[in-house]
């Protein structure tokens, strides 16, 4: 009889993991689909207020200008020493991979001023902007960081993963998988800011 017991106990704590596990898992569904519905449009922007502020949050900036003209992001800057530098940055390519890469390219003119450091700090924050506009609902909360840039010429390569905020994102939890199947599609620059195309699943998750 004690046998029969343990077996139905067992049964039933089973039965009971199985469908916490179904409600975890429906939650998280539920929640990844809010997060695209908050997405809404394919398309979001970036204002010259959003993009000069991103700027003064980079390291070694103490004060900072934006202004979107001719497909540039015009960009005047002080920095700690009290040193102006102006340059202008054209968006370029986006690469995005499932579980893998997610890249934008923008570049810099004139080129050699990829190399200064203040300048470089000034994209790794425009890209944080990017990434917490293309990923709000997945990153709200978390403060834009400061992404890594790589130099090729006169162009900086910026892998978001390289953000504090999305690498804690992408470790876990239900919203993880909106930062691999929302990705880029295409960068513009116009009077109005900084476009930023996405790239949403069709049909939506869940459905």
């Given at each position: 009889m004690a046998d029969r017991f343990d077996l139905l106990r067992s049964l039933l704590r089973?039965?009971?993991a199985g469908a916490a596990r179904r409600v975890r898992e429906l939650s998280g569904l539920e929640q990844v689909r809010g997060a695209l519905a908050e997405l809404g449009a394919r398309r979001v922007v970036l204002d010259e207020?959003?993009?000069g502020a991103a700027i003064a949050r980079a390291p070694?900036?103490?004060e900072a200008t934006a202004r979107t003209r001719d497909g540039r992001l015009l960009a005047d800057v002080v920095d700690d020493e009290g040193a102006a530098v102006a340059f202008a940055i054209l968006p370029g390519a986006a690469r995005f991979a499932a579980r893998g890469a997610k890249e934008i390219e923008l570049r810099?003119?004139?080129p050699e001023r990829a190399e200064?450091?203040?300048v470089?700090?000034?994209v790794g924050a425009i890209a944080g902007a990017i990434a917490h506009a293309v990923w709000r609902p997945a990153l709200r909360g978390a403060r834009p960081g400061v992404a890594l840039t790589e130099r090729?010429?006169?162009v900086l390569r910026v892998d978001l993963r390289s953000l504090p905020e999305v690498r804690d994102a992408l470790s876990g939890g239900p919203l993880a998988v909106l930062l691999e199947v929302v990705s880029i599609a295409r960068l513009g620059i116009d009077d109005r800011g900084l476009s930023i195309e996405l790239?949403?699943?069709?049909?939506p998750v869940g459905r």
């Open positions: 089973t039965a009971a207020a959003a993009l070694g900036v103490r810099v003119e004139p200064l450091g203040v470089r700090a000034a090729l010429g006169g790239a949403l699943p069709v049909p």
